[in-house]
């Protein structure tokens, strides 16, 4: 009883940091991704392959949690990522409000258009955690079973866009693409949900049209992003 | 730091719990394999092979957590399982010790010899509770990357036996079986590791002899088990 106590304590306060992010995120029109999925699923290589197409036009900064290494940041760094800020959380099996809000002392948000948080490989914990983002980007891959929304439905409900990952790989795989789109939707009818292989490249078009989107619809006019950088 | 230290209680609690489930294990001679992974590496899979090819000659009973729903119980128990105990944690990301010590009540230990519990999907949080086991196996597959062993050092430090499942996509990734190896070396070079497809049944036939040589070291005269089980 006292655990769970102290974890509403944590969770409320966790709730007063994030909606401080979120107004900080808003007056200077940023959007804000929270990326989520199993340790494996692709969230570093979707955001390698989003660096390469994309920084060129979206001034972008990324956030990426980690466990034990700053491998993903590392990575995130080499596919050209101008702003990178790992966040290791010491065996923490999340990212918290606090760590976020910490890792962007010294990012400029006035400078960039596009913020995204790469969360620690957890398909449980990081749902319960409100980072002031626009919305949590669920990822799954074709390798892991179809049947993932139903065992892991926290998750899928409190994200509003579900990506399929490695679906190069679904002629090797038992793996359903239509029972997936149906689980997940039984979950949360509202997810937008886009089918790419971070491999070959298949289907990363429709992600990036949909992401310049998002970007341009949250901030439409960036008085504050120079010439060119705009959209 | 009142976060910490009700953390600290839990864990204390949860030691208390495991040592009288260790002590139950070990005066009844029952193996007890912890099995932890990712969410979809292949924890039931695994253990749908293994009812396979060993549930008749090795009496065993499973134990399968997950989040929300039984979907693992139902699985196991159609590949032949015939104790099969489900525990739905309802959002608690891993499993401890008093929920594996309540799905045991109905259990009796002197008639099986092997005790599978398989953990919920998650390579973080299951790594800091006892259940008794007598090792954790922790598996990972040849889709999630070859990194895993660096990103989530607990769970390999504090297992035994390492299953790399999925060797039949090893073609269509860019996973090095020898980084994988050696990385998880790095991190406890006292691992067993296991080589294995689910899918195809390749490399299980190792798999199964470990398991048979394992439970039959812990207990080499199961005078408790009639005659048509013994080893």
């Known amino acids: 009883m006292a655990r769970i106590e102290i974890e509403k304590k944590v969770l409320s306060e966790n ?5 401080r992010l979120r107004q900080q995120f808003s007056s200077s029109g940023v959007t804000v991704l929270n990326l989520v999925s199993s340790p494996g699923s692709g969230k570093t290589s979707l955001l390698e392959r989003t ?3 994309l920084a060129e036009v979206i001034p972008m900064a990324l956030v990426a949690g980690d466990v034990q290494t700053d491998n993903d940041a590392k990575r995130l760094e080499a596919a050209g990522g101008q702003i990178v800020r790992p966040i290791i959380t010491g065996g923490a099996c999340h990212l918290d ?3 976020v809000e ?3 002392t010294e990012i400029d948000l006035n400078q960039i258009r596009l913020l995204f948080i790469e969360n620690v490989g957890n398909l449980v ?3 319960s955690y409100d980072l002031g983002e626009d919305q949590k980007v669920v990822l799954i891959s074709t390798t892991e079973g179809d049947d993932k929304p139903q065992k892991y439905p926290s998750m899928f409900r409190r994200s509003s866009t579900l990506v399929i990952n490695k679906i190069d790989l679904l002629d090797y795989t038992d793996f359903s693409m239509e029972s997936a789109r149906s689980n997940a939707l039984s979950i949360n009818g509202k997810l937008s949900v ?3 292989s971070c491999r070959t490249g298949t289907g990363l078009d429709g992600w990036y049209a949909w992401l310049t989107e998002l970007v341009a619809r949250k901030n439409p006019d960036p008085k504050h ?3 060119n950088h705009r959209l």
Chains 1, 2 share one sequence.
């Open 15 to 19: 709730e007063k940091i994030a909606a």
């Open 51 to 53: 660096l390469g197409a």
């Open 97 to 99: 409000a606090a760590m």
């Open 102 to 104: 910490k890792s962007l």
């Open 125 to 127: 914990c990081p749902s």
């Open 194 to 196: 886009h089918e790419v």
């Open 225 to 227: 992003i120079e010439e």
